[in-house]
């Protein structure tokens, strides 16, 4: 069976472009995240939907990023203007909201660099 | 205070060694943990679920002290293979189709 589908896995843009990441879930998982990893600061949550519908965005840094979810095989998150700082893998992940409470299944993420 | 604290390591062990990683957690109201694991330059996966009442799976064993709030792994007889990062995690709501929080984790080296 497929992963969960990320794309592109490698882009180097220039400060002030539009990134935009992509992401397909596991057929049947009902649930979808967005998580960033840094060195500094680790695995953290940016937002996650539930049923295509946005449940949690505290985590997205600032107006630049945006995340939508049209249905449930397909998300993009975009950043626009994207900045140096914005450097970092964005991982997708999905679940089954009825499933097990600990297991995400990740993607194998989108290492971003703004230059 | 971060939700979930690590000791980042690296611990750099040989073949054959035991060694134990510690987390701590925030929130009091927490009510499921894992173990994740890391390769480098790859993806998160689950490794396993901690108890209450302690668990292990082959060299694996898992540790949860609510009171303390306190996780812990404990891999014996390490493998090169068990080279990584362990990533601590709390849901804090024990539902699924909830976000996991993620420690920052720790690096493990075992070399021969």
């Known amino acids: 069976d497929a992963g969960v589908i990320q794309s592109p896995r490698h882009e180097v843009t220039e400060m002030g472009q539009e990134v935009t990441l992509r992401c397909k879930p596991i057929?049947?998982?009902?649930?979808l995240f967005w998580y960033r990893q840094t060195m500094m600061r680790g695995l953290e949550l940016l937002i996650y939907f539930n049923n295509n519908v946005p449940i949690d965005d505290s985590g997205m840094p600032e107006d630049r990023f945006s995340a939508k979810m049209p249905n449930a095989s397909f998300s993009t998150l975009k950043i626009q203007p994207s900045e140096p700082r914005d450097s970092a893998v964005y991982f997708c992940?999905?679940?089954?909201?009825?499933?097990?409470?600990?297991?995400?299944?990740f993607g194998e993420g989108s290492r971003l660099t703004v230059l | 205070r971060k939700e979930v604290e690590q000791d980042p390591g690296p611990f750099n062990v040989p073949e054959g060694a035991t060694v134990a990683f510690n987390c701590t957690y925030s929130?009091?109201?927490?009510?499921?943990f894992f173990w994740y694991r890391q390769d480098c330059r790859k993806e998160p996966k689950l490794l396993m679920s901690?108890?209450?009442s302690g668990n292990e799976d082959g060299r694996f064993t898992a540790q949860l002290n609510r009171a303390s709030q306190y996780i812990s792994l404990l891999i014996r007889d390490s493998k090169l293979s068990d080279s990584a990062t362990y990533l601590c995690?709390?849901?804090?709501?024990?539902?699924?189709?909830?976000?996991?929080?993620f420690g920052k984790g720790t690096t493990l080296s075992v070399s021969s």
């Open positions: 992940a999905s679940s089954q909201v009825t499933g097990n409470t600990g297991e995400l299944f």
């Open positions: 057929s049947g998982h009902n649930s």
């Open positions: 929130n009091s109201a927490s009510q499921s």
């Open positions: 901690v108890y209450s």
């Open positions: 995690v709390v849901n804090p709501f024990n539902q699924a189709g909830t976000a996991l929080i």
